[in-house]
């Protein structure tokens, strides 16, 4: 069966960077793509980025301004998200999701547990 | 960025109620609309893709429909673990995806 397991908490300062990994299991990792979206309290999803399936491109929300380094360990079977120069804006819950396509349509069919960063002085 | 609009922001409905939510697009987005499901805590989980196709394992009493700018989510007899926040998601803009603001249903 699919699953997605994420590193735990984080408690950060500003101006500090975070690491979030996500293992996958139950299927090729290089099959699909890996989406992270994060959910601040109280807020809707944000779609954080991407790196794609195959040849593991990668593209970020122009809202992080390169902030955001997404990068996958292939024989690890894991995708890593990494924040830099955080804000206390940025304390949220990040996910992971696989990101299916079918008819076209991505759809987020796997997601993970939820990684809480907390970014406060 | 694709603007989503759910309406409502909140409701509230009995067990067996037919519950219906809406979500519009600021622009076309054809049938690039999913629909997701999110109790407290907890991920969000899939329930239709590509606006009106049911994923695999959710119940039948959920449907959806729509094209365009318009599409609803439905529950045809509202069941006691049907509460929690309901999210559409386009991904026309992919892989700019949005969502919308969230439904929040309540059971009475």
């Known amino acids: 069966q699919v699953q997605l397991v994420q590193s735990g908490a984080e408690v950060k300062k500003p101006g500090a960077s975070v690491k979030v990994s996500c293992k996958a299991s139950?299927?090729?990792?290089?099959?699909?793509?890996m989406h992270w979206v994060r959910q601040a309290p109280g807020q809707r999803p944000e779609w954080v980025g991407w790196i794609s399936n195959g040849n593991g491109n990668t593209k970020s929300s122009q809202k992080f301004q390169g902030r955001v380094t997404i990068s996958r360990d292939t024989s690890a079977s894991t995708v890593y998200m990494e924040m830099s120069s955080l804000r206390s804006e940025d304390t949220a819950v990040y996910y992971c999701a696989r990101g299916r396509v079918i008819f076209g349509v991505v759809n987020f069919d796997y997601w993970g547990q939820g990684t809480l960063v907390t970014v406060s002085s | 960025d694709i603007q989503l609009t759910q309406s409502p922001s909140s409701l509230s409905a009995s067990v067996g109620d037919r519950v219906t939510i809406t979500c519009r697009a600021g622009q076309t987005i054809i049938t690039y609309l999913n629909w997701y499901q999110q109790r407290p805590g907890k991920a969000p989980k899939l329930l239709i893709y590509a606006a009106s196709s049911l994923q695999s394992g959710v119940p039948s009493r959920f449907s959806g429909s729509g094209s365009g700018t318009h599409f609803t989510l439905t529950i045809s007899s509202l069941q006691p673990e049907d509460f929690g926040t309901y999210y559409c998601?386009?991904?026309?803009?992919?892989?700019?995806?949005?969502f919308g603001q969230g439904t929040r249903l309540e059971i009475k």
């Open positions: 139950g299927y090729t990792l290089t099959n699909y793509a």
């Open positions: 998601q386009q991904s026309y803009s992919d892989p700019l995806i949005t």
